[in-house]
């Protein structure tokens, strides 16, 4: 598959002049991704998130009272069978759900890695690859490659087809074949990037809300690793625009993060939660890498 989109959100080729798009307006760009529905929910959500704090000591997102050795642990292990090595209260964890789109896999080497790089830095990463595989065709009609109707719509993918308990715990991941058009083949659309001029033309690699990605499948395995770890670590991360920083949010040179970034990361685990319905909307390094474009 080709490598010519940007990775996510606000990485950007820049339109030709001749195809130049009008200024972007605030309330345009609210529009375009379906978040001005969402402010509603802001002060609910601040207060929920107050409580669960205090309640979440190691700040995994992981309430011990209604997570472990309860119905929500008996699920991933009723779910995941035994890729999923149960909760333990005492370490921070980081549960990957992953779902494929049949056909689309992603490489053992790069479930092994991106495991191992979390638990190196002290985060138990569990890579937990979701039993059933979803019909493309089927996939491809509901929801097509359009990170809107796989990520935050409201008929989408995730919130159709995702349990609400599992997108209380973990990570979603989300691995498409990426549109068929030749021009645009391997890639996903994102009308965030679009509505911004980004990308080509709103086409990328793969695009993240903070707790759920969406990933077009890569034939390469460091290409692959690299894409997987900077859409996971989007979790608490932006882009990195600093020259000298060549992990996966920056020039991507190493596969791996700085060590300012891994404490970062380490410091919002609990960003996992769903606490909205629409945090697609609260998702910081979104604003802070596009709004300085409008």
């Not at 959100?9 to 002049?17: G, K, L, N, R, V």
């Not at 059933?132 to 990520?151: C, I, P, Q």
């Not at 609400?164 to 058009?181: D, Y």
């Not at 990328?204 to 903070?210: I, L, M, R, T």
């Amino acid at each position: 598959m080709p490598h010519d989109g940007s990775d996510s959100d606000c990485d950007a080729e820049t339109p030709p002049a001749d195809g130049a798009r009008p200024t972007v307006t605030r309330r345009a760009l609210l529009r375009s991704v379906g978040g001005a529905t969402a402010l509603s929910y802001t002060v609910g959500s601040i207060a929920h998130a107050r409580g669960r704090r205090r309640a979440d000591l190691d700040q995994d997102g992981l309430v011990a009272a209604e997570t472990h050795t309860g119905p929500t642990e008996r699920a991933l292990a009723a779910t995941f069978g035994d890729q999923f090595d149960g909760l333990d209260p005492s370490r921070r964890e980081l549960l990957i759900d992953v779902r494929y789109v049949r056909g689309t896999s992603v490489a053992a080497e790069t479930k092994a890695a991106i495991e191992g790089l979390f638990r190196r830095e002290g985060i138990h990463a569990q890579w937990l690859d979701y039993p059933k595989r979803y019909d493309r065709e089927r996939f491809e009609r509901e929801y097509g490659s359009n990170a809107r109707t796989v990520l935050w719509g409201g008929n989408s993918f995730y919130r159709t087809e995702i349990k609400r308990e599992f997108r209380n715990v973990a990570v979603q991941l989300v691995v498409v074949p990426g549109r068929s058009h030749p021009a645009y083949e391997g890639l996903v659309y994102s009308p965030w990037t679009d509505a911004l001029g980004g990308g080509q033309d709103g086409h990328v690699n793969g695009f993240s809300v903070g707790n759920r990605a969406v990933v077009a499948e890569r034939d390469q395995v460091r290409e692959e690793q690299r894409l997987i770890l900077h859409e996971i670590a989007h979790l608490a991360l932006c882009h990195a625009d600093d020259p000298q920083n060549d992990g996966v949010m920056g020039t991507g040179e190493r596969i791996d993060l700085t060590d300012r970034e891994w404490e970062r990361l380490r410091r919002n685990l609990d960003n996992v939660r769903d606490r909205t319905g629409y945090d697609v909307l609260f998702r910081s390094c979104l604003w802070e890498d596009c709004l300085p474009m409008l």
